[in-house]
């Protein structure tokens, strides 16, 4: 079972892969790019699709940050809490178990 699902990865990364380099050839058009207050080199259109999503992705985790934060401090909260519920149980059951004649 382990074996097919690294093929499937594998077939899925030669896809992506095939796919990027579709992409880089049918785009090689070389654009300048002007942000109203300064103008980048002209260099092909995929290089600058790509550096977009690299960005947008950089923002996007960076926008989750706080998100994630807040749930992984809420989870350790929940765990240890869980873990001194557990001990009171525990020591409940050897409580009952003490009393019993």
Known sequence: ???LK???LALILLAV?????LFAVNNQQTV???LIWMELPAVSLSVWLLAAL???VILGMLAMTGVWLRLRTA???AQRQNRQ???ELDRLRVQE???LP
């Open 75 to 77: 989870l350790s909260r």
């Open 6 to 8: 690294g093929l499937i």
């Open 54 to 56: 690299v960005c947008g």
């Open 17 to 21: 892969l095939l796919v990027g380099i």
């Open 1 to 3: 079972m382990r074996w």
């Open 97 to 99: 178990l003490k009393e």
């Open 85 to 87: 519920q557990r001990k």
């Open 32 to 34: 300048p790019l002007n």
